[in-house]
């Protein structure tokens, strides 16, 4: 069946009715948050977990991503595990699983003491089927920019002997960014938008997946979309995007967030511009002049005459 039809909509009901209607192969990145545990019963209907796994595998392309958001409850005590559940029934279904991702909230809920730590992230495990086709990493600033590891030595991690024998290069500008991403929760104004629903992400969290997994034109999808906010990115960014949901109430929120950023002035998409990166290869490393044991050498940085030792 044509997809054409659920292209751009926010579509009411059983997400598993309306991805039976999907061709297969067809979704290029599904990021989504499914009910937790306790909160299972969602406004009455209920979470069909491995069903909804097994059609995200069929509707998803080749070398296409979900990103699953989840976290545990805590019941007498005791953490579910739920979420590790879900990723291992993810890699029964056929899945890769590609990354586990940490979403750690700057402004955690404070929590009633029952002689635990206070939990402040949520999983973000992110499958893939077959080998990602698409990733645009994004790149911090690293720390120590320009210092010259001058002798500095580190362990070559092949399968076999581990070795210190490749010298270190000066420190790049830029590294790939980590895997836990920290973010705000519900206090910046285009999460605001989403204060009718009980557990909104933020959007600043799926505007870096979006970047991450999919070029402009690709169909984002989020089968249970809640108060839309992958739809509003994804319109935002330039992807196509497919969101569906069971609760009417749910889906006028979508609707009118995504309303708001087409009624925006565009004349272009404009997106941060991508920084080259290319793994250099065991054959590409210059031999080594100088081994130091344990990693030992001196360092100095670009334009200064101090050294570290």
């Known amino acids: 069946m044509s997809l054409d039809k659920y292209i751009n909509q926010i579509v009411e009901g059983n997400c598993i009715e309306v991805m039976k209607n999907f061709d297969d192969e067809v979704i290029d990145l599904t990021v989504t948050s499914p009910p937790y545990d306790d909160l299972r019963n969602y406004k009455g209907f209920v979470f069909p977990f491995e069903d909804i796994a097994k059609e995200l595998y069929r509707v998803t392309k080749q070398g296409g991503v979900v990103v699953w958001v989840v976290n545990d409850a805590t019941i007498n005590g005791n953490e579910t595990g739920t979420s590790f559940k879900q990723a291992l029934y993810f890699q029964q279904v056929g899945f890769n699983l590609h990354d586990t991702m940490i979403f750690r909230k700057t402004n955690p809920i404070p929590q009633i003491y029952r002689k635990r730590y206070n939990n402040e992230f949520e999983y973000m495990f992110v499958f893939s089927k077959g080998t990602v086709k698409t990733h645009n990493p994004i790149m911090v600033d690293c720390l120590h920019a320009g210092l010259e ?38 206090k910046k104004q285009e999460d605001q938008e989403a204060k009718g629903h009980p557990a909104p992400f933020p959007c600043e969290l799926v505007r870096d997946h979006i970047k991450s997994w999919t070029n402009q034109g690709d169909i984002v999808f989020d089968p249970m979309c809640g108060s839309g906010t992958v739809a509003r990115v994804a319109t935002e960014m330039g992807r196509q995007y497919i969101g569906t949901d069971i609760s009417h109430e749910y889906c006028e929120i979508a609707r009118k967030r995504i309303k708001l950023i087409e009624m925006q002035p565009t004349l272009f998409i404009v997106e941060e511009p991508r920084e080259e990166y290319r793994m250099e290869t065991e054959e590409e490393a210059l031999p080594p002049t100088r081994v130091w044991q344990n990693g030992g050498g001196s360092a100095k940085l670009n334009g200064s005459n101090s050294i570290k030792q």
């Open 149 to 186: 590891l001058n002798g500095t030595t580190y362990k070559n991690f092949s399968k076999n002997e581990q070795t210190r024998e490749k010298l270190a290069k000066p420190v790049k500008d830029k590294k790939i960014k980590g895997n836990i991403w920290e973010y705000v929760v519900g």
